[in-house]
């Protein structure tokens, strides 16, 4: 493919067009001018960061035949050969498939012999924290006196596992991630020159996904070209790498804003669908916390106009303070990632964290808010637990906290609503449904004379199994509705007539649901394809309504989330560092 072709040809070559790591270039160029060379160089830095190119320039500059120099030529047959590596006197050995002492040996063996055809053998062993504790022995002697003729550089990305002896033996020097502006600008300088097409956002995504490796980024490039059909778009982009779409981050960070922990999770499942990864979502969500962090206190470190228009809302929305902690919370969340139990119980832990710790709104809703903070107190008091924020906040299914279950519904008063509904109702299935259904049967009493008959199969009783919870979690019911429904308890189902109990708790759902026992009985005949009644009381139940078992369910994944909450001790570090307090009773179950 002739894209391929692009990558390699934009490897650096020489030290003027490598991007990044000035501090290595200058500190060998300063080197090469002044004919002090070191024997043996080591490389430390992450995979991707030019450890292995940087060799080879190195390489090149010792061996191109102007002479040892900064600026090897590329034209002469040593570069050339180093380049397409194949130069006799220029080994790679990866210490990760040759660690052994035997391997070691054997290259030190040749290593006493001059070189073949350039001026130096150049040894560049990769990995090299990956030999065994004999081959370093074995290299060891060589470093400390080695053959003039011999250069070695080593490289890792893990030199505390080097012996301190090879480490003294060595001039080190430590290469940086690149920053993801050095590695858009580079890539987009790049496509200029090559005139292919690209959106600019398309470039961070990739810059992101390189994760500062300008390798990486350069080969997710030429895939992003393949893959766009000689064009680098956003959305393709994103495709390919499975990246999170900046709307995702906006939506979670416009829930947070607004203390919707169920829009809040709503997102993080709607991005489990898509089989996103939440590790690069925390990156993302760092990065935007960043970047939102910035406009706020130097706008002009952020040119793009676009960009800043779409951080906007965020900077009004979160105070500079709740910024760095959710930044911090994020960047934490991303660490523990490999340790949670799956990505998405670490993605929403996080989650939970940031909704926790968000910041009250200052004398704004605060609705569930304890009265006041005493003063003093009151920057680290802003940190409260997941407080509920009036109207927008989330609310368990009934409307009522766990600690107010079983008690009335809050804002529907009791007395003389809940008295209206008081008489049991019975309301006739809806005759048109059933053409042929017995007129007869729906103007007759319901029948309570045999209690204690045994349903017939062709009785909707007996597919119902006497378990109304199970039946009620089937019907497709609207919100009013289902809410009556689910305070009720079943006290007979037979002969096509359904009798519940509405908990006199709950008796103004009655009341403010006058077409409700037609909906239900609606739904019921649909759901048993025959006519059914629903006759409807109000008294004390004697059972457990399915709004009270939800309500028990609530409560108690309510008391894991505080568990988990207050048991992190990620949280109890916040806490104790903001003297912040968790609101335990606001947290809300994931
Ligand atoms: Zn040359």
């Not at 499942?269 to 993302?284: C, K, N, P, T």
């Amino acid at each position: 493919m002739a894209y391929q072709v692009l990558a390699r040809k934009w490897r650096p070559r020489s030290f003027d067009t490598l991007v990044g790591q000035e501090h290595v270039v200058r500190a060998l160029t300063h080197a090469l001018t002044t004919g002090r060379l070191h024997h043996a160089y080591l490389f430390t830095g992450t995979r991707g960061v030019g450890k292995t190119t940087i060799s080879r320039i190195l390489a090149k500059s010792l061996n191109c035949v102007t002479g040892v120099t900064a600026t090897p030529c590329g034209q002469c047959e040593a570069c050339v050969a180093i380049d397409a590596d194949r130069f006799p006197d220029y080994v790679e050995m990866d210490a990760a498939s040759n660690r052994g002492v035997e391997d070691m040996a054997s290259l030190l063996d040749k290593a006493v012999y001059a070189p073949v055809s350039g001026r130096y053998k150049v040894y560049m062993i990769d990995e090299v924290h990956m030999l065994t504790g004999h081959a370093f022995n074995a290299m060891l002697k060589t470093l400390e006196e080695p053959p003039e003729h011999v250069k070695f550089i080593l490289a890792t990305t893990d030199p505390q596992k080097i012996p301190v002896t090879v480490l003294s033996r060595c001039l080190q020097f430590n290469l940086k991630q690149m920053p993801p502006d050095r590695i858009v600008g580079h890539l987009a300088g790049l496509l200029e020159a090559e005139g292919v097409p690209f959106e600019p956002l398309a470039l961070r995504h990739i810059a992101r996904g390189a994760e500062g490796s300008m390798r990486d980024a350069l080969s997710l490039l030429d895939q992003a070209i393949a893959h766009g059909g000689g064009r680098v778009e956003e959305s393709a982009v994103q495709d390919m790498l499975g990246a999170v779409g900046d709307e995702h981050l906006h939506a979670l960070l416009a829930a947070l804003a607004s203390g919707d922990v169920a829009a809040l999770l709503a997102v993080a499942d709607a991005m489990r669908s898509r089989s996103l990864s939440f590790g690069a979502a925390l990156q993302g969500l760092a990065s935007l916390l960043h970047r939102t962090a910035l406009l706020q206190f130097a706008p002009e470190a952020l040119p793009d106009e676009g960009e800043r228009a779409v951080l906007a809302p965020h900077v009004e929305a979160f105070d500079p303070e709740f910024l760095q902690l959710a930044y911090q919370i994020v960047i934490h969340g991303r660490d523990e990632l490999p340790l949670a139990p799956d990505e998405y119980a670490g993605f929403s832990m996080t989650l939970l964290r940031l909704f926790a710790f968000r910041p009250e709104t200052p004398g704004g809703l605060g609705g569930g808010a304890p009265s006041g903070p005493e003063p003093g107190a009151a920057r680290a008091r802003s940190w409260r637990g997941g407080e509920a924020r009036g109207g927008a906040a989330p609310q368990s299914t009934d409307g009522a906290p766990p600690s107010e279950r079983g008690a009335r519904q809050p804002g529907g008063p009791e007395g003389p609503l809940a008295e209206v509904g008081r008489a049991p109702a019975i309301v006739p299935p809806p005759a048109a449904d059933f053409p042929d259904g017995p007129k007869a049967e729906m103007s007759r009493d319901c029948p309570e004379g045999n209690p204690g008959a045994t349903p017939s199969l062709a009785d909707p009783a007996a597919l119902m199994e006497g378990d109304w919870h199970a039946l009620l979690a089937t019907l497709k019911l609207g919100g009013m509705v289902r809410q009556l429904a689910q305070h009720c308890e079943k006290l007979r189902f037979g002969d096509g007539l359904l009798r519940l109990r509405l908990a006199d708790t709950h008796g103004h759902l009655m009341a403010m649901n006058r077409g409700a026992a037609e909906k239900l009985q609606a739904e019921l005949s649909a759901h048993f394809g025959q006519p059914v009644r629903v006759a409807i009381e109000i008294g004390k139940v004697a059972s457990e309504t399915p709004a009270q078992r939800e309500a028990v369910a609530q409560a108690e994944r309510h008391k894991a989330a505080v568990a988990a909450l207050t048991q992190d001790p990620f949280v109890q570090g916040i806490i104790e560092r903001l003297d912040a307090t968790l609101e335990v009773a606001s947290v809300k179950p994931l």
